[in-house]
Structure formats: structure tokens, C-alpha cells
């Protein structure tokens, strides 16, 4: 296989500016413009597939995203969000991805971020690429993981190509993947109070078009979407709602919390629900990380409920507002225990370290002094053995440690032992200074899948390692 030399990761870049603003290079909109606009439009509900045999196509797509003219997007089956693939666990599904981008966009990879997937089903950044001009890769996802049935969770799915996955994503290629488990408690709110929020911030120019300028410290919007709304409002009735909220943003951290002072019930992560459910005033997402939270909205009837990011200042602040303007009853519960976690032994085979690092003379991201080469394996870990991964933070910046192909839970941050909300996860904030000891088994998959920062500039920037599972 022909891999492309490293100089060359500039060159996507440029061609995608060029795409993206083909309107015209305009000046970016003032964020004071937001707030005019704040809760102006309701909240919409990806359109959901749930056939075992999917198709994707990465296509250009004009979606009303602003008021007045629509934004050209690079988007998977003309809408962005894509459609939310969601699935019962346990059963195979096949996603075929379709390349009808233009040729400047380059080759395209599919990653079921969340996912156990084999090797050649997982999206490689470098390898199994869909070519431009309708070229097409069909992945296959069992539905299944260490010898049973998939854990129930949001997953997501996006572009991962190398070089490139910043400006693929922010230009559109991201959608929800949920995985049904009859395994999980059945009383939780569903049907049309399980609601998926895929929130994610993006800039536009002056013909509200999509400006993508890579900048390796990574890239923020000044408008905030969910599922693709700026700022939406949505209608609630007096009672429970599932809100799996993904952070689909390039490089922005969002810390939700609830006007009013109302606090989360989060049920679960990344990986699957909780063992038991924790009130939270306020829950920290980086990129790529989920929350899962039920919002009990009884006794609120008439009143106006904003989700807002205390990380954030001005109209940046505000996310979304729950509108409670329906009387409903409700037959829902959270029972007191959710799901346990699966087992690890209490011993490691193996503990390995990783520094996310910058290189003092080049400014490089790095993770032990390294950027990304597809070519070396970092890491070998064997096929069912218990290990330990520690983390670590030199560097002067935040980072989103996501290991590909399986669920890792948290032995201990900066020495104390784990809070129970993220007792098990596979994206990981690592703050300024911070360590975080992970207990891991991979159960599923042999072969080569990456692990980086969720930070999609610094990943672009060659943050990234390989890891191969080994017999
Ligand atoms: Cu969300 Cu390597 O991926
Ligand atoms: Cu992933
Ligand atoms: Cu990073």
C-alpha cells in the first residue's frame, strides 16, 4: 500500500478552503450576532435508519443552517447531522460509505467511533479508503463485543482520514449511532423522550458559508449548533426525558449545566450506562466524549429552561432552551441500579505509559516525543490480557485521549480513585498537568487501530499512535 509522505498534510487543507468558501471569501460573522437569533428555531431530530444494511453517502448538500442563504456542506445523505444509524445490539449491520465529494475533497474513511470494530471495519485514517468519484467501502459491525452481546450506547460516526478528519468533520461528515440493549433497564424514558443532541460549534462567513482555516492548536466556531440548529429551542411536556448529548465539536469543550439550577441525572457514557445513576450540577464534555442524562421536567410547566456551557461566556454560553408547554404524564423511571461494569482482573499483564506532549523546538503534539507514523506500532497488546495504561499531560493545553476498539475504566485521576461518573469510558479529558491510569482488555479485535487526541487539529497534527493486538 502506497502511504503518502508527511509534507503532503497540508495540501487537503488548502483545497478545502478553496470548496468552502467557493461562495466567496467573506468575513467571519460577529458572535454578537448570535444571540439576536437564540431560540428562534426548534430543535430538529435527525432522520433515523434502522435497517441492517445501510448506505452513506458523502455528498454536497445546501442545508439551512442560518437564516437566508443555505450553507453548502459536505454532508452523509444531505443532511447534517447525517442520519442516526440506530440499531438493536447483537445483530450485524453493514454501512457502506459512498465517496460523491468532489475530487478535491480526496479519499474518505468511515469510523464507528464507540464501536469494536475489526480491523478493516474501523475507519483506518491511512488504509480502506473510499476514492473520489463514487469509489465505496463497506464496513461491517457485528453488533457484538467479548463474546456477548454490544453494551447499549450513543456512538458516533465520522470521517477519520488522515490529515484531513478536521475539515471533513467541521465541514459535515458526523452522525448519532445508537446501539438498543434489551439488557439495559427498560423503564427509562424512550420513543420520543430519548432524545440525541449532537452539539457542535461552527463559524461562518459573510454568505453563511463554512470557513475552515486549520490552526494546529485546534478550531472553534462562534455559533453553536445542535443537531445542526443554531441555538434551538424544544418543546418538553412535565416529565422525565433521555437526553444523550454528544459533543461532535472539533476542539471546543462544552461544561452543560441547567439554568435554574437543576441538576442531571447522568446515566451513562461513552461506554454504556452507569452502574448507577449521579446527580451532577454540571458535566464536562471535550470532544468526542457523551453524557447521557435524564432531565425530569415535573412541576415545571410554562417555564423556560436554557442548557447552557458555563465554559463559555456571552451568547456562547447558551446551547439550547427547553420550552415546558405540555402537561403529560409519565410512566418512566431511573432505577437506583442501571448496569453493572463488566469484569477485569484485579492484576495487569502489562502497564504501559503515554505523555501527551508538544516538542519544545518544533511545536509538534506528540505522545512520547513521537508524532504519528502509520508505519510503527507503539503498542502490542495481547488478545484478552488485562493491562494498564497510564496517561499523562506535559503539554501546556488540554487534551482528548480516545483509544479505538475498546472501553477502558478508570483505575484512578491525579491519584484519586475514580468518581463514579467515569468509572468507564473511551474518551478521556486529560487536563494541564493531569494523569489518568486506565485498566483495559481488548476482547475482540486483532490488527492495527489508532489512538489520539479527540482534539480533531491536534490529531490532524500527527498526535496520534498505533496500537496492534497481538494472538
Ligand atoms: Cu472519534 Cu479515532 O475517533
Ligand atoms: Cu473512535
Ligand atoms: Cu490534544
Known sequence: MVRPSRPSRLVPLIAAVLIATAAGEGAVA???AVAAAAFSRPLVIPRVLTGSSITLTAKLADVQILPGRKTRMWTYNGTFPGPTIRRPTGQTTTVTLVNDLPAAAGELTLHNHGNH???????QPDDFLAAPGGGTVTYTYTGTEAGGNERGALQWYHDHRMD????????????????????DPQTLPKGEFDVPLLVADRSFDANNQLAYRFNGAGVTGNRILVNGVPQPYFTVGDRRYRFRILNASNSRSYDFALGGGQ????IGTESGLLPAPVKRSHILLGPAERADVVVDFAGRLGQRIVLQNLAADGSLRQVMQFRVARDLTDSSSVPAKLRPLPPLEATSAVTR??????????????INDQVFDPDRIDASPRLGATETWIFTNKSGS??????HAVDQQ???????????????????????????????RFTDNLGTFVFHCHILEHEDAAMMAQLEVVP
Not at 441538576?263 to 447522568?266: D, E, H
Open 117 to 123: 470494530s475489526a480491523a478493516e471495519s474501523d475507519g
Open 410 to 440: 478508570l483505575v484512578s485521576r491525579n491519584g484519586v480513585a475514580a468518581r463514579p461518573y467515569e468509572r468507564m469510558k473511551e474518551s478521556w479529558n486529560l487536563g494541564i498537568g493531569e494523569t489518568i491510569v486506565l485498566k483495559l
Open 398 to 403: 488540554s487534551h482528548i485521549v480516545h483509544l
Open 30 to 32: 460577529p458572535a454578537g
Open 164 to 183: 484531513a478528519t478536521g475539515r471533513n468533520v467541521w465541514m459535515g461528515l458526523a452522525g448519532m449511532y445508537i446501539i438498543d440493549d434489551p439488557a
Open 263 to 266: 441538576a442531571f441525572v447522568q
Open 353 to 366: 505509559t503515554f505523555e501527551f506532549g508538544r516538542n519544545r523546538f518544533t511545536g509538534a503534539w506528540t
